[in-house]
């Protein structure tokens, strides 16, 4: 009798916590369902989880309420031994259910990430924890006015030729991205070969998420003026251009990376892509990577610019 007592006054001290364990849903129809338009197989699945996570909720609620029930019946049932088994089955058939809805969810569980990872425990597909996708509309940056100098002016150093062609060209056919005086902030004498890559990559940023460097689900992984790749990269240095974090480390945000890769944190992809849109982010990180590498090879377009 003293444990049962010692369990039913547990339960009680600790109910707040087994409810807050619980994934308590704030709305159960996706929102991007408000208009049937943009409602489609992803929200349908994060609808099925939502549905997933209110059951668990209400489950643990509901054991947790049932298991004080019995608690509070078998303390209160006297020298009636009718009365304490009813009790007791009440508090053993709870417990039995609550395992039987706990043990079906870790086995969906655990055979969807072996499924997903080929036998492998490298990674695991958080099912439960799905996100939908949403393209993101490049917005502008403020940021300050390059104007470029007169291209003949001594720099110290020469310029030669990149990629078949004069780099003075790249310079003064080139927007604020590709600028000479932009561009040598960051890169100093490589400015001219710095502008050849960013040329070949965005267009001088004309073209802010790759067309050719998808994920496997069709999302652009190369981002910015100077295409940083987010599954092998983080974004560092960029607080003081309002980026979330000075460290972002955006090769977490997937599982797998380059063309296999797959989002798996839409915040953390969310606040790289941010950050890299900015052209002063892009370069910090061009110049981190350049140095890293000991060149340019990271970037693809450096035979064609001859770099």
Request: aromatic content about 10%.
């Amino acid at each position: 009798m003293r444990v049962i007592a010692f369990v039913f006054s547990s339960s009680l001290l600790f109910l707040p916590s087994l409810v807050d364990a619980a994934v308590i849903p704030t709305q159960l129809v996706p929102v991007a369902c408000n208009d049937p338009s943009t409602c489609g197989t992803c929200e349908f699945v994060s609808l099925i989880n939502n549905i997933i996570d209110f059951v668990l909720w209400f489950a643990t609620l509901a054991a947790t309420a049932m298991i004080m029930y019995g608690g509070f019946r078998l303390l209160t049932s006297g020298g009636d031994s009718s009365a304490k088994t009813t009790a007791r089955n009440i508090i053993t058939n709870v417990i039995i259910g609550y395992a039987i809805v706990l043990s079906a969810f870790l086995i969906i569980n655990t055979l969807l990430a072996a499924l997903a990872s080929g036998g492998s425990n490298s990674s695991l597909l958080h099912w439960n924890t799905i996100e939908c996708l949403y393209p993101k509309t490049p917005t502008e940056t403020a940021i300050p006015d390059f104007v470029d100098a007169d291209v003949s002016t001594n720099l110290g150093y020469s310029l030669g030729v990149i990629g078949g062609a004069s780099s003075d060209q790249y310079f003064a056919n080139s927007t604020v991205v590709c600028s000479q005086t932009f561009l040598e902030q960051y890169f100093g004498s490589a400015a001219a070969q710095a502008a050849c890559i960013a040329s070949r990559e965005s267009s001088c940023g004309a073209t802010l998420f790759s067309g050719s460097d998808r994920d496997a689900n069709g999302q652009a992984f190369s981002i910015g003026a100077f295409q940083i790749n987010l599954t092998v990269h983080h974004v560092i240095g960029c607080t003081q251009f309002g980026a979330a974090s000075n460290d972002l480390p955006c090769s977490q945000a997937y599982s797998g990376s380059n063309y296999s890769a797959r989002i798996i944190n839409t915040t953390l992809y969310n606040a790289c892509v941010d950050a890299l849109l900015d052209p002063r982010c892009s370069a910090v990180n061009a110049v981190r990577i350049k140095n890293e590498a000991g060149g340019w090879r990271p970037w693809s377009t450096h035979t064609a610019c001859g770099v």
